[in-house]
């Protein structure tokens, strides 16, 4: 499977997650948690009258003259929507399309702010070509990363992969 946006956000919340996802086993239809944070997205992008785009692997929640925008509906992990946010920006760059990033939360409980700004650097996209190896590795490798027992794991659309 090709690195894509999901894994690079899976990857920074739980590996075992990220390692499932990427061998084909999606359990996201059966969250309601999912299906709450898709219909959030939806009406966050009629409200801003801006439509999906996708490229490649990717689907882009929004793109301005200035900024590729990605709407999250909570920033419980804000540095995984970081890192899938750059992913995204390396793709355009390596398009010939240049763009800062605008992470959007819907609900905020951990930031001060709703709007989060991004910028791709040399130091962040050497970074990122890592964790992309990393994803790759982790994902080919046969063994599955253990169960990481965090509060977070009871929202997880595998939570009943992992303990039940």
Known sequence: MTVNGTL???????????????NRLNLEDNSEIV??????????E???????????????????????????????????????LLFYLKILKD????????????????QAKNIIYVKLTEENQRQLEKYIEEIENLITSDKIPEVINSPSCKKCAYYDYCYI
């Open 95 to 110: 398009k010939g399309v240049m763009r800062e990033g605008k992470l959007e939360f819907v609900e905020k409980n951990k």
């Open 46 to 84: 009629e409200m801003i009258n801006e439509s999906e785009i996708a490229i490649d692997s990717i689907k882009l929640d929004g793109l301005t003259t200035r900024y590729l925008i990605e709407i999250k509906k909570s920033d419980a992990n804000v540095e995984a929507c970081k890192w899938q």
């Open 8 to 22: 690079i956000n899976y990857f920074f919340n739980c590996k075992r997650q990220c390692y499932l996802h990427g």
């Open 35 to 44: 299906k709450i944070g898709k219909a959030m997205h939806e009406e966050k």
